[in-house]
């Protein structure tokens, strides 16, 4: 299924709040069912907004103030792209899977991973390059915990199609 590129930014703040307190914030079912939403074959024509937050809303309550966010439904009416690139759902996949296999390790491998890919969602949309700048973002993480991260993923790569063109006129 296809995400709105405002559900990149959702995704981006979940790793950043693994980053902050991978212990306390139990992720792994969620970050499951994210991913095999993102496997599912696209089988409509519509695409729903607010998608990762909905996923999210089953697996925290309002009473979790880092988690209130998921209950504001966003309605956006500027710049708003349904992302189609295989390559980016590809580089997702693996990521939320380094994120799963991390956090059922231990809480250090956890916030190392998350520190890693925190702007992995962000880069795809507002990079020129977004395959140099994830990789500068992810050497360290390829050092010390897994050469071969991102490897394949980041080869299927091209320009980035949803990129905004700098210039107005």
Request: with cysteine; aromatic share 12%.
């Given at each position: 299924?296809?995400?709105?590129?405002?559900?990149?930014?959702?995704?981006?703040?979940?790793?950043?709040?693994?980053?902050?307190?991978?212990e306390t914030i139990s992720?792994?079912?969620?970050?499951?069912?994210?991913?095999?939403?993102?496997?599912?074959?696209?089988?409509?024509?519509?695409?729903?907004?607010?998608?990762?937050?909905?996923?999210?809303?089953?697996?925290?309550?309002?009473?979790?103030?880092?988690?209130?966010?998921?209950?504001?439904?966003?309605?956006?009416?500027?710049?708003?792209?349904?992302?189609?690139?295989?390559?980016?759902?590809?580089?997702?996949?693996?990521?939320?899977?380094?994120?799963?296999?991390?956090?059922?390790?231990?809480?250090?491998?956890?916030?190392?991973?998350?520190?890693?890919?925190?702007?992995?969602?962000?880069?795809?949309?507002?990079?020129?390059?977004?395959?140099?700048?994830?990789?500068?973002?992810?050497?360290?993480?390829?050092?010390?915990?897994?050469?071969?991260?991102?490897?394949?993923?980041?080869?299927l790569l091209k320009r980035?199609?949803?990129?905004?063109?700098?210039?107005?006129?």
């Amino acid at each position: 299924m296809y995400l709105l590129n405002y559900d990149f930014c959702d995704l981006h703040y979940i790793f950043v709040l693994i980053r902050s307190d991978p212990e306390t914030i139990s992720m792994a079912a969620a970050l499951e069912e994210i991913a095999a939403y993102i496997a599912r074959p696209d089988d409509t024509n519509g695409i729903a907004e607010n998608t990762v937050r909905r996923l999210l809303q089953k697996h925290y309550g309002r009473n979790d103030k880092r988690f209130q966010w998921v209950y504001v439904e966003n309605y956006y009416t500027a710049y708003t792209a349904v992302v189609k690139e295989q390559a980016y759902y590809a580089i997702l996949s693996a990521v939320l899977s380094e994120l799963f296999a991390a956090l059922r390790e231990n809480a250090e491998r956890a916030r190392l991973a998350a520190d890693a890919v925190h702007n992995i969602p962000l880069l795809l949309f507002d990079s020129k390059n977004p395959r140099k700048a994830i990789e500068r973002g992810i050497r360290e993480y390829r050092e010390t915990c897994h050469r071969d991260f991102l490897q394949k993923e980041l080869s299927l790569l091209k320009r980035n199609p949803y990129r905004r063109n700098d210039k107005i006129f």
